[in-house]
C-alpha cells in the first residue's frame, strides 16, 4: 500500500502541475488532460495523501495534498460566474429567458456526469450540396430534439474543428449535441471540405450552402429561419465567424448562393483563430506535413506554384502564400477585419494559453464588437488548452462550465 499511496500521490501531483507547462505544438495538445480530468486527480491526491498519512510516508502526504490543491484550484478558477453576459446583454439578462427553457438549461458550472436526457433524433450522412460536374455530395448529420421535447425554433449549424485540414462531422461532439437537442435546439452537423482540396474560398463557400440549406429546409426541421446560429470549433471557428460577418461578400461568397439570405442570428467560436495574421506568427506554421506531396498554391486566376510541403505551412496552402506574399488574402479571411455595427452577436470561448489561436487576437475582436454596439461574451479559461471541450466532457470542468454558457447564450437567441 505504501507504493500505491507514491504511484496515486505522484500520479496527481505531476498531472496536475503540468499544466504550468508551456509546450509548442503538436506536445502542447497534451494539456488539455490535466484540466479535464482534474476532479480525478483531485481524488486520487485525497486518495494518495490518505494511505500516505495511514502508513506514515510523508512524501506521499505532501505529493497527494500538492496535487489536489492545485487541480482543486483550477476547478475553482474556471466555474466561477462569468461577467459577459451581464455587460452585453443587461443586467437581468437571465430574464429573457424563458421558464419553461430554463427548466431544461445545466443547474450548474460544473456537474459530477452530464444529465441524462431522452434519445434525440438523429439523421446521417443527408446531401446538402453536390458539387457541380461530379455526383459528389456533401453532407451534414441533423440532430432534432427529443420526442416529447418543445422545439426552439433554432437551428445551430456546427463546424467541426480540422486545422483546416483534418478530421470531419461526428468527431467528439455527441455528448455536446445530445445535451443541445435536449434544449429543444436543431443541429446541423455540417461535413465541409478541407484543403489541400480546397482553399478559403472553397471552405466557406460550403459554409454558406450549409447556412443557405438549413434556411432552404426551415420547415422540415420546424425552425425558424431568422434562428440560425452558426458555430464552430478551432478552424470551424473561425470559418463561422468568418461566415456569420460576411453573409454577401462578393468574394467570400460562391455565385450559387449570391442572393440569398446567408444572414445569421448569433455566432459561437470554441478557440477559433480570430486574425490569421497572428495566428501566422503563434501557429508554427512549419511544423506540419513532413513528407506529404508537393501541392499547388496561388490566389485564384493566378499562376500557381507548386511548393513542398515540408516548406510550407497549413497557412500558406489555405491562403495561397505566406503572410508577406499575400497580406490582403490574410486581412479577408481574417474576421476581425470584417465587425461592423451590424454583426451578429458573438459568444467567444477559449483557453488561455492557446497553442494553436492567439488570446490576444481574440481579445481585440471582442473589443472591436464592443466598440460597434455588437453584444459580445468573451470567456477565457485559464490553464486551459486548444480543443478542452473534447476531452472527457462528463467530468471535464471546462468543458462544462463553456456548455453552461452556450446554452444560455443559445436560450437567448431562440
Given amino acids: 500500500m505504501m507504493i500505491t499511496a507514491y504511484l496515486l500521490s505522484l500520479f496527481s501531483l505531476i498531472v496536475s502541475a503540468s499544466q504550468f507547462l508551456r509546450l509548442r505544438a503538436p506536445y502542447g495538445f497534451y494539456q488539455i488532460l490535466p484540466g479535464s ?12 495523501a490518505g494511505l500516505g498519512w495511514f502508513y506514515h510516508v510523508p512524501v506521499a502526504v505532501v505529493a497527494g495534498l500538492l496535487g489536489m490543491g492545485i487541480s482543486l484550484s483550477y476547478i475553482v478558477r474556471v466555474t466561477v460566474p462569468q461577467p459577459g453576459f451581464a455587460l452585453a446583454f ?20 460544473w456537474n459530477v456526469g452530464l444529465p441524462q436526457t431522452g434519445k ?33 425554433g433554432l437551428a445551430f449549424v456546427y463546424l467541426h474543428g480540422s486545422a483546416w485540414y483534418l478530421l470531419d462531422k461526428d468527431y467528439g461532439t455527441r455528448p455536446f449535441f445530445r445535451q443541445l437537442a435536449a434544449q429543444g435546439h436543431v443541429i446541423m452537423d455540417v461535413s465541409y471540405r478541407l484543403c489541400p482540396e480546397v482553399d478559403i474560398y472553397g471552405m466557406i463557400g460550403d459554409v454558406k450552402r450549409a447556412v443557405a440549406w438549413i434556411k432552404a429546409n426551415a420547415a422540415r ?9 452558426l458555430g464552430g470549433g478551432s478552424a470551424g471557428g473561425h470559418l463561422a465567424l468568418l461566415a456569420a460577418y460576411t453573409p454577401q ?62 516548406n510550407v505551412g497549413r497557412l500558406d496552402v ?18 476581425v477585419s470584417h465587425v461592423n455595427a451590424g454583426s451578429p452577436p458573438t459568444l ?4 488561455e494559453p492557446d497553442i494553436f ?14 466598440e460597434c454596439g455588437v453584444p459580445a461574451v468573451n470567456i477565457v479559461y485559464p490553464l486551459t488548452n486548444h480543443g478542452f471541450d473534447l476531452l472527457f466532457p462528463q467530468v471535464s470542468p471546462p468543458a462544462q462550465a463553456a456548455l453552461y454558457y452556450l446554452e444560455r447564450f443559445l436560450a437567448l437567441m431562440a
Fill in 357 to 370: 489561436a492567439p488570446v490576444a487576437a481574440t481579445r481585440e475582436l471582442h473589443h472591436r464588437l464592443v
Fill in 90 to 109: 443587461g443586467k437581468d439578462w437571465q430574464r429573457k429567458i424563458s421558464p419553461s427553457q430554463e427548466s431544461r438549461l445545466l443547474k450548474r458550472r
Fill in 318 to 335: 489555405l491562403l495561397g502564400g505566406h503572410l508577406d506574399e499575400v497580406p490582403e488574402v490574410y486581412e479577408l479571411a481574417s474576421p
Fill in 249 to 310: 461578400h462578393p468574394q467570400l461568397t460562391p455565385p450559387d448562393v449570391q442572393g440569398s439570405d446567408l444572414s445569421v442570428r448569433a455566432v459561437v467560436s470554441y478557440y477559433g483563430p480570430t486574425d490569421l495574421r497572428a495566428a501566422y506568427e503563434h501557429g508554427h506554421q512549419k511544423q506540419w506535413s513532413g513528407g506529404l506531396p508537393k501541392v499547388e498554391i496561388g490566389l485564384p486566376g493566378s499562376e500557381k506554384k507548386k511548393k513542398d510541403m515540408r
Fill in 348 to 351: 467567444l470561448i477559449q483557453g
Fill in 37 to 48: 480530468i482534474s476532479p480525478i486527480l483531485v481524488v486520487l491526491g485525497v486518495l494518495g
Fill in 221 to 229: 426541421y420546424q425552425v425558424n429561419p431568422e434562428r440560425v446560429v
Fill in 120 to 152: 434525440p433524433m438523429w439523421e446521417r450522412d443527408i446531401p446538402f450540396w453536390t458539387i457541380p460536374g461530379t455526383g459528389r455530395k456533401l453532407l451534414c448529420d441533423v440532430w432534432q430534439p427529443p420526442e416529447g421535447v418543445p422545439r426552439s
